[in-house]
């Protein structure tokens, strides 16, 4: 058994040490490219149960991939994003929604808030960004001599300088900062107190005009990043491309057949789209000579809207139930992950934080908690998952407090066993009290750490902008002006009593209806 152990320790060792030497050497580092999908369901891509004729791509990429089963992130958009960029819990970086939803009627209801108002007695809402003083992946490898990009919707922060994507390490952005984009007008609703439609679609930074489906111009984006950057052989990149698709409206794409009545024809016709995005993505990184040295991670940020996207799992986005928070989620390094095979190990988003840091030999000392934990040894070696404890939700958000410890996961009141009831269909806190107890203790010690509501005052100024981005609005291009005026001019002036252009918030566990 001695010697045993000691083989396995040299084995361990021995990868750490190979994957520390290859981060500390810039032409061995890996290109990082991860994509990541909005709103698809855990059964929709054909590699889970789906139709295979709508992802040949991403069924083509599971084949060569390790596939991680018992992947989690957070239930809704922003905060799955937000621990990505800084391997923090959401309710820690003010990503987790009791900034973004200040501005949303049935979440004001729901979180006993009032509309903000500005010094003119104006209503309008909370900034929702991610903290300034957080430090992002971005910013992390950014330090350790890789270039960054942003290619697709930012999700945290949309007006502010220093809450944009290049205020927070990324050295090249393209795409949208708002939740959900119309993807061929390139507006957006702007959150309450108006409903009309705000310009949303930037490069670097700058409001550009541009005319074809939104998915299809991020891949194109995504391949010319990849051409570019494949040339600079002695600087590695981190390419992050967040899709905006499955993500409403539910815009079908060009070319579209089917009945523009039927909307699961059309989330096939996104879904659809959204693998041929990924398909040129994976092939920009073949035809320029550079699979070899690159890690890609397709994944995506939360459940789908439909519980019957979610089988075999119960729940939906904006619940913690397993079809809220469990996703699939591929990893292809050549040499580096073995094709075709599977790890059931617990991870959760933010783990990829500290993973990107070890493989790009960056610092992984910083001031702030970092909850992400290194997979480096899960991943691309045979050490089990180190990840026992997920805290999904604390209270303040409208959400149910949710933790998983182990095999048991907490949810509200409600406890479950994940090993023996994958499917969340037996309730059983009644029959183990002291479990509870346990949990619900961790739970409240965990909430304890979350900063107070009211560390972020700030307004959005004006209300209604024309275009996202303070420094953008100041002096809007008359071509973008006339645009969101044409679509304005479309909408209706005054909402029916009860009615609203946003999902409504959560009631407790019953929310598979978004």
């Known amino acids: 058994m001695r010697i045993h152990h000691a083989v396995l320790t040299l084995a361990c060792l021995a990868l750490s040490s190979s994957l520390s030497s290859a981060a500390g050497e810039a032409g061995s580092r890996p290109n990082l490219v991860f994509i990541l999908a909005d709103d698809m369901g855990w059964n929709q891509p054909g590699f889970n149960g789906g139709k295979k004729e709508l992802t040949p791509n991403l069924d083509k990429l599971a084949t060569e991939s390790l596939k991680l089963t018992q992947f989690y992130t957070h239930s809704v958009c922003a905060p799955t994003r937000g621990a990505f960029l800084t391997g923090r819990y959401a309710f820690r970086n003010w990503m987790d929604w009791r900034s973004e939803d200040f501005g949303k009627p049935s979440y004001l209801k729901a979180l006993g808030l009032t509309l903000a108002h500005n010094d003119r007695g104006e209503p309008t809402r909370r900034i929702h960004a991610l903290d300034t003083s957080e430090r992002t992946i971005a910013e992390a490898l950014k330090e350790a001599g890789y270039f960054t990009a942003l290619v697709g919707k930012w999700h945290c922060g949309e007006w502010l300088e220093e809450h944009l994507p290049m205020g927070q390490g990324f050295m090249h952005q393209y795409g949208h900062y708002a939740w959900g984009i119309d993807y061929f007008t ?71 057949a089917g009945d523009k009545k039927d909307p699961l024809a059309i989330r096939d016709a996104m879904l659809k789209s959204l693998d041929d995005g990924v398909g040129r993505i994976l092939d920009a990184i073949e035809k320029n000579g550079i699979k070899e040295n690159t890690l890609v991670v ?130 059983i806190a009644k029959e183990n009290p002291g479990i509870v107890k346990r949990l619900a203790n961790r739970l409240a010690k965990v909430n304890s750490e979350s900063p107070p509501l009211g560390d972020k005052p700030l307004l959005m100024d004006p209300p209604l902008p024309y275009i996202y981005g303070l420094k953008e609005n100041e002096k809007p291009p008359e071509w973008l002006v006339k645009h969101v005026d044409a679509i304005r001019a479309t909408q209706p002036k005054e909402w029916k009593p009860g009615e609203t252009p946003w999902p409504q918030a959560p009631i407790g566990a019953n929310a598979n209806k978004q």
């Open 298 to 427: 397709f994944t995506n940020d939360n459940g789908p809207v439909l519980e019957s996207m979610s089988t075999p799992w119960r729940g939906t986005k904006n619940t913690t139930f397993e079809g809220g928070v469990r996703v699939p989620c591929l990893l292809r390094w050549p040499g580096h992950t073995k094709p075709g095979t599977s790890n059931d190990g617990m991870i959760f988003i933010s783990d990829f934080y500290s993973t990107f840091i070890t493989l790009g030999g960056a610092k992984h000392e910083q001031e702030r908690k970092v909850d992400g934990l290194d997979m480096t040894e899960t991943l691309f070696g045979d050490k089990a998952s180190p990840r026992k404890e997920i805290v999904f939700e604390v209270e303040g958000s409208v959400r149910l407090p949710t933790i998983r410890r182990g095999n048991w996961k907490l949810m509200g009141d409600m406890l479950f066993n994940i090993k023996k009831d994958p499917y969340e269909k037996k309730d």
């Open 186 to 256: 390139k507006t957006i609703v702007h959150n309450a107190p108006a409903r009309f439609a705000v310009y949303d679609w930037h490069r670097n930074q700058k409001p550009i005009r541009e005319e074809g489906y939104a998915t299809d111009l991020f891949a194109a984006e995504a391949e010319r990043v990849i051409a570019t950057r494949a040339r600079e052989k002695d600087k590695p990149f981190f390419l992050y491309v967040p899709f905006n698709a499955v993500h409403g409206p539910l815009n079908p794409p060009p070319g579209f």
